[in-house]
């Protein structure tokens, strides 16, 4: 029996993971968390195992936004889909959500059914995704592999006409890829990136490849050469780049390029007294620098017709002294440094898997057959179809269309394409009905603008159009996330975009006011929020008494020290809902940062017993911790002031108290102006 799949669902509320476990357990195994850190700790321990995460967004600790931030640091993200499941509606919410990779997003409160069949959905979606990245990886690999093993036949040819081991060219490319990555470490001068590594350790293979032409009867010759055949044998840089510059239709490619480079120049030296142009320093191609060291040293520690083999430590010396020709400096001190690692590796090569009856047995059935190699379209298909299935659902009954930027066309998802009365495949795109029919005039050019000016550090675009959605003119949110290759510079490759209806715009735009003017941790205005609603008060002042008042806890931080930030964060929601349940609807209520809160109030008379009876309720012990606060309260009686004065005189009353005794309040007076001087006004 196949052992059930698991899903993390991160919610505050015990009541809302209970429903949601009771709607998916038949199906899944479920794993609970009631905040983001305990998420992060549950994903650090069972990341392979979890194939969805359900994700609240308010919650204490560490919120869902701050959840989906570190699974992108940690990479998660890429390979675990998370829904959103929130009673937050507001555009900005789901901006966000769907901005740091969240595949959905559902709206409390919600339909079972739909629940069951978004997350069924995505958990086949990223199944067919990891599925797909498998496939892609073994092809990527067997593709590798072959092309490798193919220039390690061909230079096998060559080191055997030159009477040397196969394994010269399996040391070199190892001592390459060794020497470059330790190189990349040290500086940045090169520009070497792990596409660029991997390139020159294939090509060096190729280094002696100009060889094949030298006769064997000097290739072979155990003595000292004349000057006439040290000549013909210096003749093997130029003939091996001859052949490789001669090379129809494919001149032009990275790895021909590179093992021009090489094999015409791995035999100059850093002080220009090498062949066959005599470059010097830094003229000389980095990749040309480092096959020659890996050849000298190769050469060196290998017997040949000529000499025995030098032992490790001894090779090693005499390239840094100087008996080999000058090497760049910095490869100097990278062999010097990593030498005995350098050792180790090679050691493990010798006896690794690209033996030289492995090439010898590949050589053999090469010469029977024509051979395969991975298809390039089949690779550029199958990556395709990867982003393409994590994103695309033709179930969630939403326009939902996939951008390829090279041949230029889009791929409508099925429902889409039915639901708008359109063909499923689109191309010459600014001309078709898509663009001209359901955008406005101009609107798809500048989408199409925006996702080819995007960067793989920039890949969210969300943008708002009106949108002819079957004869209906409504305003739609656009969700596009751009993909890019792994070249470099990347190249865009396309893109996923999701039309997102806003029908009633104006009701929209109200739930966004409305919901952007909270503190999230309390439900309370926030400082922005609360200062607006306070000017407007104060700008009609006329007759009317205002009192505002400033308090914050005085032991917020003994709660968190000696009972946990969870405590903590409870309290201050118990400050919250107490100060709301004593002050007046029309009351502004807000919390302006941390543990400061503002009320600002109308009174007729003083507003002493309204103050005295708030304060006393705030200050009732919350369980068996003592709650206390400094309380300063400032008023606007008749005189037209604006809420930086109001604010600053409740603030210098509140430290008054907290400069003297703490826990009590105090109304502002003349002698408390310069209490605030030395801690500066807010």
């Known amino acids: 029996m196949n052992a059930k799949k698991k899903i993390l669902i991160v919610d505050d509320s015990e009541m809302n993971r209970a429903l949601l476990e009771d709607m998916l357990s038949d199906d899944y195994e479920i794993l609970e968390a009631e905040n983001g850190l305990v998420a992060s700790q549950i994903l650090q321990e069972n990341e392979m195992d979890i ?39 507001a555009s900005t919410y789901m901006d966000r959500a769907y901005g ?77 890829e060794f020497l470059l990555n330790q190189l990349s470490k040290r500086t940045r001068k090169y520009n070497l990136n792990h596409k660029l590594i991997s390139l020159i350790s294939n090509a060096s293979a190729l280094h002696d490849v100009g060889k094949i032409v030298i006769p064997s009867e000097i290739l072979n010759k155990p003595g000292k050469f004349t000057d006439e055949e040290f000549e013909i044998m210096k003749s093997h840089t130029l003939e091996g780049a001859k052949m490789l510059k001669d090379i ?38 980095i990749s040309a620098q480092v096959v020659a060291l890996a050849d000298v040293y190769d050469a060196l520690t290998s017997r040949r017709v000529y000499k025995p083999a030098f032992p490790h430590k001894q090779a090693i010396d005499m390239i840094i002294n100087g008996a080999c020709g000058a090497f760049n400096p910095l490869l100097s ?23 030289a009856a492995e090439i010898d047995s590949t050589l053999a059935r090469t010469l029977k057959t024509e051979g395969t190699e991975a298809s390039d379209r089949t690779v550029k298909l199958l990556e395709h179809e990867r982003t393409k299935f994590k994103i695309l659902s033709e179930l969630s009954r939403e326009i939902i269309f996939e951008y390829n930027a090279e041949p230029e066309m889009i791929t409508l998802s099925e429902w889409g394409a039915d639901y708008l009365g359109m ?27 925006k996702l080819k000016t995007a960067s793989p550090e920039n890949s969210s675009i969300i943008e708002k159009y009106r949108l002819d959605i079957k004869g209906v003119n409504t305003w739609c949110k656009v969700y596009a996330r751009t993909i890019f290759s792994d070249a470099e510079p990347p190249v ?52 009317r008494k ?46 302006i940062g941390g543990d400061e809160f503002i009320i600002f109030m109308e009174y007729t008379a003083l507003p002493e017993e309204q103050v005295k009876r708030i304060f006393s309720r705030i200050t009732q012990k919350f369980g068996d911790f003592n709650v206390s606060v400094s309380m300063g309260v400032a008023c606007a009686d008749g005189e037209v002031t604006d809420y930086k004065e109001l604010f600053e005189k409740a603030e210098k009353a509140a430290y008054s108290v907290k400069n003297d005794k703490k826990n009590a309040y105090r109304f502002y007076d003349g002698s408390m102006a310069n209490v605030l001087k030395n801690r500066g006004v807010r």
């Open 100 to 176: 740091l990779g969240a595949v959905d997003y559902v709206s409390r409160p919600f339909d079972e059914r739909t629940v069951r069949h978004r997350v069924d959905s995505n958990v086949i979606l990223a199944e067919k995704q990891r599925d797909l990245s498998a496939r892609l990886a073994a092809q990527i690999y067997a593709k590798e592999k072959d092309n490798r093993l193919m220039i390690e036949i061909l230079s096998h040819i060559v080191e055997f006409r030159n009477g040397e081991s196969g394994l010269h060219v399996i040391h070199v490319h190892a001592i390459t």
């Open 546 to 591: 205002f009192a505002l008042v400033f308090f914050d806890l005085d032991n917020l931080k003994e709660a968190n020290d000696n009972r946990g930030h969870l405590f903590g964060d409870e309290l201050l929601k118990h400050i919250a809902e107490v100060t709301k349940q004593n002050t007046r609807t029309e009351d502004v209520v807000a919390r």
């Open 423 to 449: 063909p499923v495949k689109i191309f010459n795109l600014e001309e078709s009905s898509f663009a001209t029919k359901v955008f406005a005039k101009g609107d798809f050019s500048a989408l199409l603008q």
């Open 333 to 355: 001190d990278v062999l010097r440094e990593c030498g005995d690692e350098l050792y180790l590796k090679l050691q493990e090569t010798s006896q690794g898997d690209s033996s």
């Open 248 to 285: 129809p239709f494919r001149s032009d490619e990275p790895l021909i390029k590179i093992s021009y480079e090489i094999c015409r120049w791995h035999h100059e030296r850093y002080d220009g007294r090498g062949y066959p142009d005599g470059l010097k320093g830094e003229e000389i191609p």
């Open 51 to 89: 194939c969805l995460v359900l994700l609240d967004i308010v919650m204490p600790v560490m919120d869902g936004f701050a959840l989906l931030e570190l699974m992108n640091r940690k990479g998660w993200i890429k390979n675990i889909p998370v829904i959103m499941i929130s009673a937050e509606t």
């Open 492 to 543: 865009l490759e396309g893109a996923i975009v999701k039309i997102v209806d806003v029908n009633d715009e104006i009701s929209e735009i109200k739930s966004l006011e409305h919901e952007v003017e909270k503190d999230y941790a309390t439900g309370l205005l926030n400082r922005k929020a609360a200062k607006e609603r306070i000017d407007s008060a104060l700008s009609d002042i006329g007759n």
